[in-house]
């Protein structure tokens, strides 16, 4: 199984990058925590996120 959608994983050393629904690219440290990386991936979770 792929653990892709509930880890922050990438090719890039340290970084991984995201494409949020603004049309911003951020590059985000594999060390985030897993509970902002899981906010960021839900559609209307109502989490406040703060910045990452």
Request: aromatic share 8%.
């Amino acid at each position: 199984p792929t653990y892709a959608v509930i880890t922050a994983r990438s090719y890039h050393q340290g970084t991984v990058n995201a494409v949020l629904l603004d049309g911003s690219v951020r590059s985000i440290s594999e060390n985030i925590d897993l509970s902002i990386w899981r906010g960021i991936g839900t559609r209307a979770g109502g989490e406040v996120l703060g910045e990452f």
